[in-house]
């Protein structure tokens, strides 16, 4: 079974257009696990690599990724996934059912039919286990150290796409 650094680098390679969409509510502590990655991979200004961070309402963001028309979106979250704080899956849409994604209004899953009605994509999620949600607080070391691993795997990934 190869690692979900194995599986984002060689899906990334084949995809000549993509999306990397950070969700989740920045000031719920772990929650803003995927705009802090979106943030911290800005500067690097990907070639053929279009960053969002689309905040609790991915859905605000259907219009514009169906009109970009990526042929690879990869999902950032955190996700419930009963495992140890920081555990980092690499998800495929087909598993969703039983993970839990919080703070965002329409479920992971509709969201990714409607936009694979639309387009021809595929379409990953990264989940993240976080350790808490907690009102106005950082993220947590655990979470922290997944998503500095996260950004480095991504930066060594854009450039190897250079």
Known sequence: MQSWQQQLRITFKK???????????????????????????QSLSPPNIELINASTV????????????????????????QATPGTIRLIDKNSIGGIAFSSHQLPLNFFIEYIENSITTTILILGIQPFTNEF???LSEPVEAAAESIIE???????ELL
């Open 136 to 138: 106005a607080q950082p």
């Open 58 to 81: 991915p859905e605000n963001f259907i219009t514009y990724l169906i009109d970009a028309n990526p042929s690879f979106i990869l999902l950032i979250d955190a996700a419930l996934m």
């Open 15 to 41: 995809s000549n257009k993509s999306a990397i969409v950070g969700i989740g509510n920045d000031i719920k502590a772990d929650d803003g696990i995927g705009p802090y990655i979106i943030d911290h991979l």
């Open 153 to 159: 795997t991504l930066t060594q990934i854009f450039r």
